[in-house]
C-alpha cells in the first residue's frame, strides 16, 4: 500500500506554476526522498500534503484516504524555518505542541520527558527557546515532530545545524521509526544522507518530476561508470589518458566519469607510468551528487 498518492497535482501562485502535473507514490514504510534545486517545489508540494496548501488540480490521498483535517493529524513534520515559540521553555512548548495533536497533558509531559533524556536535552528542559543553541533548537523541533507517533514523517532539512554526533543520532532514531513502521518524507540537500537511507526518490525541477523511482534501479540503470581512486603523487595523468569525461576532486580521494566503452585497466596503466602510488581503485555507480546535476542541467538546458 502507498502511504502517499499524489495524481496530476498542480499548484499556481498567480502566474507562477510551482507545482506541474505532478504524480508520485510514496511506499508505506519507506524512506522517501524528495529532492531538487531551490525553488523546484518541494515545500510547495510538502504543504499539499499537509493540505496547508489545496492543489488547483489533482488529488492526493494520505494513508488510504482523501487529505483532510484528520489526515493533518496523522502527519509529523519538520520545517525548514524552526516553527517554536521563542519565549516559551522547552518542556512547555513540547506539551503544548503535544496537546494540539490530541495527547492528553500528563501523557505529553511523559513523551517529552523521555525524548529530552534520549537527545541529550533535559538539563535544558527549562530554558527558553531562544536560550538554546541553533542544535539544540533542531533537536526540540525533531521532538515535537514525533511526539505524538506519527505514521507519516514529513523532515525538510533535519540534519541543518546539526554536528556530525547528533545529524548521527537523529538518522539512527528516522531509520528505527521506519522499521517500527512510520512512512518518512526526507527533503534535504545532503546527497550522501539520501544515498545511504533512502529506498525510492523523486527529483523534482520547475515543478516538474524528472526522475522517480527506486533508487537502487536509478543507480543501476547508470552503470558502473565511475572511477572512485585514491592515491598519492601527480593527479594529472587522469586527463592525459583521454578516457574521462569529468573528474570531482576531494582531496585525497578522486572521483572520474569515464567516456563510454572506456577501459579502467588502461587509467591504472598511465597512473603507474607516472610514478603515481594507488591506494584505492574501484569502478562504481554514479554517486546520486552527480545524477542529481546531470538532470537538472539538462531540465535547465
Given at each position: 500500500?502507498?502511504?502517499?498518492?499524489?495524481?496530476?497535482?498542480?499548484?499556481?501562485?498567480?502566474?507562477?506554476?510551482?507545482?506541474s502535473n505532478l504524480s508520485l507514490g510514496i511506499r508505506e514504510g519507506?524512506?522517501?526522498?524528495?529532492?531538487?534545486?531551490?525553488?523546484?517545489?518541494?515545500?510547495?508540494?510538502?504543504?499539499?500534503?499537509?493540505?496547508?496548501?489545496?492543489?488547483?488540480?489533482?488529488?492526493?490521498?494520505?494513508?488510504?484516504?482523501?487529505?483532510s483535517e484528520r489526515t493533518q493529524d496523522l502527519v509529523g513534520y519538520?520545517?525548514?524555518?524552526?516553527?517554536?515559540?521563542?519565549?516559551?521553555?522547552?518542556?512547555?512548548?513540547?506539551?503544548?505542541?503535544?496537546?494540539?495533536?490530541?495527547?492528553?497533558?500528563?501523557?505529553?509531559?511523559?513523551?517529552?520527558?523521555?525524548?529530552?533524556?534520549?537527545?541529550?536535552?533535559?538539563?535544558?528542559?527549562?530554558?527558553?527557546?531562544?536560550?538554546?543553541?541553533?542544535?539544540?533548537?533542531?533537536?526540540?523541533?525533531?521532538?515535537?515532530?514525533?511526539?505524538?507517533?506519527?505514521?507519516?514523517?514529513?523532515?525538510?532539512?533535519?540534519?541543518?545545524?546539526?554536528?556530525?554526533?547528533?545529524?548521527?543520532?537523529?538518522?539512527?532514531?528516522?531509520?528505527?521509526?521506519?522499521?517500527?513502521?512510520?512512512?518518512?518524507?526526507?527533503?534535504?540537500?545532503?546527497?550522501?544522507?539520501?544515498?545511504?537511507?533512502?529506498?525510492?526518490?523523486?527529483?523534482?525541477?520547475?515543478?516538474c518530476n524528472v526522475l522517480n523511482g527506486d533508487l537502487r534501479a536509478?543507480?543501476?540503470?547508470?552503470?558502473?561508470?565511475?572511477?572512485?581512486?585514491?592515491?598519492?603523487?601527480?593527479?594529472?595523468?587522469?586527463?592525459?589518458?583521454?578516457?574521462?569525461?569529468?573528474?570531482?576532486?576531494?582531496?585525497?580521494?578522486?572521483?572520474?566519469?569515464?567516456?563510454?566503452?572506456?577501459?579502467?585497466?588502461?587509467?591504472?596503466?598511465?597512473?603507474?607510468?607516472?610514478?603515481?602510488?594507488?591506494?584505492?581503485?574501484?569502478?562504481?555507480?554514479?554517486?546520486?551528487?552527480?545524477?542529481?546535476?546531470?538532470?537538472?542541467?539538462?531540465?535547465?538546458?
Open positions: 500500500m502507498d502511504a502517499v498518492v499524489l495524481e496530476g497535482v498542480t499548484k499556481r501562485f498567480d502566474t507562477l506554476t510551482a507545482v519507506a524512506v522517501f526522498g524528495l529532492l531538487g534545486p531551490n525553488g523546484a517545489g518541494k515545500t510547495t508540494s510538502l504543504r499539499m500534503i499537509m493540505r496547508v496548501l489545496i492543489p488547483d488540480e489533482g488529488s492526493i490521498q494520505v494513508l488510504g484516504e482523501p487529505v519538520l520545517p525548514e524555518e524552526r516553527g517554536l515559540y521563542a519565549k516559551m521553555k522547552v518542556r512547555e512548548v513540547l506539551r503544548f505542541l503535544g496537546a494540539l495533536k490530541g495527547l492528553s497533558e500528563t501523557e505529553a509531559a511523559q513523551r517529552a520527558q523521555s525524548w529530552l533524556e534520549r537527545l541529550e536535552l533535559a538539563a535544558w528542559s527549562e530554558k527558553k527557546i531562544q536560550d538554546l543553541s541553533k542544535g539544540m533548537q533542531q533537536k526540540v523541533q525533531f521532538i515535537a515532530t514525533v511526539i505524538h507517533k506519527p505514521p507519516l514523517l514529513i523532515l525538510d532539512e533535519p540534519f541543518a545545524g546539526l554536528d556530525p554526533v547528533n545529524a548521527g543520532l537523529i538518522k539512527d532514531i528516522m531509520l528505527e521509526l521506519r522499521d517500527q513502521g512510520s512512512t518518512i518524507i526526507l527533503s534535504t540537500h545532503r546527497m550522501e544522507q539520501v544515498e545511504m537511507m533512502c529506498d525510492a526518490i523523486c527529483l523534482i525541477n520547475k515543478g536509478i543507480k543501476q540503470s547508470y552503470g558502473k561508470n565511475t572511477l572512485r581512486m585514491e592515491y598519492s603523487g601527480d593527479g594529472d595523468f587522469l586527463e592525459g589518458t583521454g578516457l574521462v569525461e569529468k573528474v570531482n576532486r576531494f582531496g585525497a580521494v578522486v572521483e572520474a566519469r569515464l567516456k563510454p566503452g572506456a577501459d579502467p585497466q588502461e587509467i591504472l596503466k598511465a597512473a603507474l607510468l607516472r610514478g603515481v602510488r594507488i591506494s584505492r581503485f574501484e569502478l562504481v555507480e554514479p554517486p546520486l551528487n552527480d545524477i542529481f546535476i546531470e538532470k537538472v542541467a539538462g531540465a535547465n538546458a
